[in-house]
């Protein structure tokens, strides 16, 4: 069954929300409705509730452009007023349904919670195994267009500097990608899915990103670039 044509109002709306502000670096409609058909794939329940948490998980994006703010910044009332606005627009959705979608799409981008609902960690693996597919690399560059697409300095060392979503450079954005793949970790636990469909997924996506960063170092090294003088090191 195609979920689109059972939520066809909401699916309407939210698809003219995402192009009316012209969304993209990477969470366009389309990044909206592949983690609605992941999320539904990793908890098939029989009201839909996973796809239509995924469909509607862009609202705060869509109210950080609305208000000029940074996402952080976003009230997460505003962000249930506008889901709960698109799930209205469905009557086959109960209140309790309605309740469970929009607590979903308040949190997916919190750390793993053991109280966290099936909807919940759906949308949380969608959403991560999405992040993780190849095209993450031209979406990095889109989202982190001011930093430099390297360190050739930190090229082998692997170390981290900055923090999630500031990192310096799109490869050290790219190399957290990763960790979501590292679910046997103590560490990466926090962000690292749950669902064994999700954890077979994020498996092979994980090991192509990873291949590609490593042929970067093998082409610059074939080109005499690795190691790189530490005198050119970053200012």
């Not at 969608?126 to 889109?142: G, K």
């Not at 430099?148 to 957290?176: C, I, W």
Request: some cysteine.
């Amino acid at each position: 069954m195609h979920l689109w044509t059972v939520f066809p109002n909401l699916t309407k709306i939210v698809r003219k929300a995402h192009v009316s502000r012209k969304m993209a670096h990477g969470h366009d409609f389309d990044h909206a409705f592949a983690v609605a058909q992941l999320a539904q794939t990793f908890w098939s329940d029989s009201s839909g509730q996973a796809w239509v948490a995924g469909i509607c998980h862009n609202a705060d994006r869509m109210i950080a452009i609305d208000l000029g703010k940074p996402r952080g910044e976003v009230p997460a009332a505003d962000v249930e007023v506008l889901v709960r606005s698109w799930l209205d627009t469905e009557p086959n959705l109960s209140e309790e349904e309605k309740q469970i979608i929009a607590r979903a799409v308040l949190n997916h981008g919190r750390p793993n919670e053991e109280s966290d609902d099936a909807v919940t960690i759906a949308l949380k693996d969608a959403d991560r195994v999405v992040n993780t597919r190849l095209d993450v690399i031209i979406r990095s560059a889109q989202f982190h267009s001011e930093q430099l697409v390297l360190d050739p300095v930190r090229l082998l060392s692997g170390e981290k500097v900055g923090r999630y979503n500031s990192r310096p450079t799109v490869m050290d954005a790219l190399r957290d990608c990763l960790d979501w793949g590292d679910f046997n970790s103590p560490e990466n636990a926090r962000f690292a899915v749950r669902t064994e469909k999700a954890k077979w997924m994020i498996t092979e996506y994980v090991a192509e990103l990873r291949a590609f960063l490593e042929k970067i170092v093998e082409q610059r090294r074939k080109e005499g670039l690795v190691p790189y003088p530490v005198e050119f090191a970053r200012d």
